[in-house]
């Protein structure tokens, strides 16, 4: 079982950064991966990247490249989203999610454990 806790979410302006934590306990074949989803009022959740914990290799969506960067920090168990030039369509709720395997950004279905979500909201 795997626990996620999200943290650092809040107001920026467009063109700021923004980093978010994920902080993570629990079985670790059960979070080979960690992804970063969001969802903004009226959408689908959508994925934005994820994290192959033991090989620290990224993949972004199309919609982020470029201006996501996930990374990890082993010894805290904490996977980090930082978001540059953010946009007014950067606003959302943003989630941690763990998988054991799959770790695909098209689908929810993979990840069985969530974080409780923290929200970004974007302002010009």
């Known amino acids: 079982q795997v626990h996620l806790v999200e943290s650092g979410g809040g107001s920026a302006q467009a063109g700021e950064s923004l980093r978010l934590s994920c902080a993570a306990a629990g079985d670790a074949d059960s979070r080979n991966c960690i992804a970063w989803f969001r969802q903004a009022p009226g959408k689908e959740r959508e994925g934005v990247g994820v994290?192959?914990?033991?090989?620290?290799?990224?993949v972004y969506a199309d919609s982020v490249k470029g201006r996501a960067t996930i990374s990890q920090d082993n010894a805290k168990k904490t996977v980090y989203l930082e978001m540059s030039s953010l946009k007014l369509e950067d606003t959302a709720v943003y989630y941690c999610?763990?998988?054991?395997?799959?770790?695909?950004?098209?689908?929810?279905?993979?990840?069985?454990?969530w974080g409780q979500g923290t929200q970004v909201t974007v302002s010009s």
């Open positions: 994290i192959y914990t033991g090989s620290g290799r990224t």
């Open positions: 999610a763990a998988a054991p395997s799959g770790c695909s950004l098209q689908s929810t279905l993979w990840y069985q454990a």
